[in-house]
């Protein structure tokens, strides 16, 4: 019998024992822009993390690692409008954002993650922030979409998922909220993503699920080649769905990383999708790669091209742009066994074939491409390997959202 | 006393025995826009090349290759409008267009260069070329200009640099020509230059010289991140300026490379501030490097970065995004020791002290950054090696230009 995965609605509030909470503190000007966020446990949860790889770090990625270190967490706080990094001050900040949320629920200050995002190098003010707890607690309920709106800074879209199944016949959850959605080019990370779930798994085994899990999902995505200084990817298991602790990879331990690549997956191609400025997702599936790293790198040189990502947003189909990304990789592929085409809900088309130009129709190419969601099929002809990577067009709008963010 | 390096008219004509030609054959529909050069020696000349690493390489790359290999050459053909690559005639055709100048001309087919730059997997017509021939070559002059206009693609701009000095007592001069502007993240070469000198020189330090100097001026350039198929660098000596033969590492080799060196980074901030779409050159210094390779790897990530690139657009001195870039690089760096400044004619402004932000002037950032040559000043205080690297910004027009180049 297949495991079956079902979507369902709730986002981070969906797995039993978790409930949230988003408001406007101050940090931003607009009053209408939430930017403190909450996300409760009703009880101590097995906690795992992954982080930006900058040696650049924001002061909240720094604490948050020492907090989760003993696998335990309860609660996540989140600030957008600053980053709270290369500020002087910052670490002293950052526990302080900690220490407020513990005072508030009598919670250790050390199970507290906390999570900032926002421009690099201007000091955080704790005050709104300790002006807006008791309003932020107040909203505690099933308000993940709250929670996401106050996380989210450049993106246009909240971007929640949830999916319930089955592990030992206990319906177990996975939910989760991520903003985007520049300075986006994850290395064991992405921006910010917050995940829960109620199945009952380790600490040990849930890093592990949470580390193999973003190599498929998170680090496959690119919007702009920039990695941020505050990447940050936490996920909560209360343990309330009841299922057997999951405590080796056996069976249960597979299916709970396949509901967890679903949610991650889901997440991905949202932030790839809602990318700054973007109007399309692309997708670009290498197979026949010799190796698993190979199919990996040329499917994210391909997906970080400028001229690519400029072409798919003229709908143009200029595969001499993929090829060129391929070529430039640095992983050893034959330009002569490479196959493209194009491929989204108007059709397929093929336009290289063993690393050189076949006619096709230029009226079917546009068809296609004029659509918001386009594959790149890249097929390298000389292994079993594959790799999808997520990204999206490059436009006018991400220059102007980009060329005067601070204002 | 020190070497002096004279700037002088003429591009690659200024040296003794070249003559150039530019004329429009017929591979553009606009009649207005050259597309066909050639550059002749009078003598056989002393040849050296730098070519793209893109495993994907134009036909001409491969075929010039070959013809330099003797490291002899007396003539440069190039067409702009195709770039006669992942075409299964591709070699056959650059081969063709070799034999035509080698008919007309009387030399070797071997001694001929062949470059292309265009559209990738579109099949180049012979036939428009070969007409062409007898114009072509009746138009050979003191006409670098003309030449420089047939390979320019999206260039703006003409960029042709020459420059006069002195080795052993002898007037030698070194000329040259060069197209952008995308497709710019050259690796052992760029786009196409041509250079030509009448300097006396053997084709092994010629060779020498050229794969030295690359490493700092054309391989630190970045418009976009995309290394072109075709990226081709070659040099021709005639040997006509009467200087003695330079044949080991003397102080007239060394002479030789400095203003070698002045042209090419000449040229390479040409290619730069005339990228796709760019309104500015953006110059990264970076100092105080721990090893030469750190040097550059930082001061080419933050030239790269998308994100620097559209602040330096919108003259916002969003140094957070610079911090970010030198923390990716993916070099041993303490971000605890960056220092960073912005400059320009205006006035240099420090706007990061060992990774903390400090207080600094919006509005004089503003004045400086608003002119369009700046430079970002980067000291790591961990070292002693330094490199610069030599990019744009990224502006709407880069956008518009990519986003249906085709048509």
Redesign the interface.
């Known amino acids: 019998m297949s495991f079956k995965i079902q979507e369902v609605d709730g986002g981070v509030c969906a797995p039993a024992g978790f409930t949230a909470s988003g408001i406007h503190c101050g940090l931003r000007k607009n009053k209408d822009k939430k930017d403190l966020a909450l996300i409760m446990s009703s009880v101590p949860c097995a906690a795992a993390g992954v982080f930006t790889?900058?040696?650049?770090?924001g002061a909240p990625v720094v604490v948050t690692k020492q907090h989760i270190a003993d696998g335990t967490a309860q609660a996540i706080v989140c600030n957008s409008g600053n980053?709270n990094?290369?500020?002087?001050d910052g670490i002293r900040v950052a526990n302080e954002m900690c220490a407020l949320v513990a005072a508030k629920s009598g919670i250790p200050e050390e199970n507290v993650i906390v999570a900032s995002t926002g421009?690099?190098?201007?000091k955080l003010d704790i005050k709104p922030i300790a002006d807006g707890m008791d309003e932020l607690f107040a909203g505690l309920g099933d308000n993940a979409l709250d929670a996401e709106m106050a996380i989210m800074t450049t993106d246009t879209v909240p971007k929640l998922v949830a999916a319930e199944f089955e592990l030992g016949g206990k319906v177990c959850r996975i939910g989760g909220i991520a903003k985007g959605v520049?300075?986006v080019?994850p290395?064991m990370a992405t921006n910010l993503i917050f995940l829960t779930t109620d199945a009952a798994i380790s600490s040990e085994m849930l890093q592990k699920a949470l580390s193999a899990d973003v190599q498929t999902s998170f680090n496959m995505v690119s919007v702009?080649?920039?990695?941020?200084?505050n990447d940050t990817c936490c996920i909560l298991a209360s343990g309330l769905a009841g299922n057997a602790e999951i405590c080796e990879k056996n069976a249960d331990y597979r299916n709970f990383c396949k509901a967890l690549n679903y949610c991650t997956v889901n997440l991905s191609k949202k932030i790839a999708k809602d990318g700054e400025g973007a109007s399309k997702l692309i997708q670009c599936a290498v197979t026949g790669a010799k190796s698993l790293k190979a199919a990996k790198v040329v499917a994210k040189s391909v997906i970080?091209?400028?001229?690519v990502k400029?072409?798919m947003?003229?709908?143009?189909a200029?595969?001499?742009?993929v090829?060129?990304?391929?070529?430039?990789a640095g992983v050893d592929?034959d330009?002569l066994k490479v196959d493209v085409s194009f491929r989204s809900c108007k059709g397929e088309i093929p336009v290289?074939v063993q690393?050189?130009?076949i006619e096709f129709s230029e009226e079917k190419a546009k068809e296609i491409l004029l659509e918001d969601e386009i594959e790149i099929l890249v097929n390298l002809n000389s292994g079993a390997y594959k790799a999808t990577a997520f990204g999206c067009d490059?436009?006018?709008e991400?220059?102007?959202?980009?060329?005067?963010?601070?204002?």
Chains 1, 2 share one sequence.
Do not use: E, H
């Not at 790889?53 to 770090?57: A, D, G, R």
């Not at 421009?119 to 201007?122: L, N, R």
């Not at 970080?304 to 001229?307: F, G, I, R």
């Not at 200029?318 to 742009?321: E, F, P, T, Y």
């Open positions: 790889q900058n040696l650049v770090k980053a990094t290369c500020n002087d421009v690099i190098g201007q520049g300075m080019c290395n702009d080649g920039d990695q941020s200084t970080k091209s400028s001229l400029a072409a947003f003229g709908s143009d200029n595969w001499g742009r090829l060129c990304a391929i070529g430039y592929v330009p290289c690393g050189y130009g490059l436009t006018y991400y220059v102007r959202i980009n060329g005067d963010y601070r204002s």
